[in-house]
């Protein structure tokens, strides 16, 4: 079975390296989209919260962006299925790695456990939360 690694980091922290040894997979700057965290009402929330979710939808322009990472994602985990592939990791990055980076790791994360038969290790590095499903 595919297990697939989804990281939200902070581009200040660097790179989250790949522990699985194949050193493969994608890293997406989600820093050219609205940052909620230049707003006050944002600051103390997360992209796990409602109404930072609220502020990335009705913006709209995370949700293009996402559009296009799943495309690029769904061709990359269904070509790794049919050859027999055990590891993809996909990194998402952003300023402090707490709006638009975990937004980002969440979608992508229930996206592909919907679409696919896939192990799913999903980590929020810079939120300190791990978790496998």
């Keep these: 079975m595919l297990s697939v690694t989804i990281y939200s980091f902070s581009f200040k922290r660097g790179i989250p390296t790949d522990a699985s040894g194949n050193g493969g997979g994608y890293v997406f700057d989600c ?43 769904d061709h990359h985990v ?35 456990k919907q679409k696919y038969n896939v192990r799913i290790h999903l980590v929020h590095r810079e939120q300190g939360i791990d978790k496998t499903f």
């Design 31 to 73: 820093r050219s989209t609205h940052n909620p965290g230049k707003y006050e009402e944002y600051k103390t929330l997360t992209g796990l919260d409602q109404p930072v979710i609220d502020f990335l939808e009705k913006d709209g322009e995370i949700l293009t962006f996402l559009e296009h990472v799943d495309a690029l994602v």
């Design 78 to 112: 269904e070509r790794f299925m049919e050859r027999g592939f055990e590891h993809l990791q996909v990194c998402f990055g952003c300023t402090g790695g707490q709006h638009r980076s975990v937004y980002c790791a969440e979608h992508v994360a229930k996206h592909l």
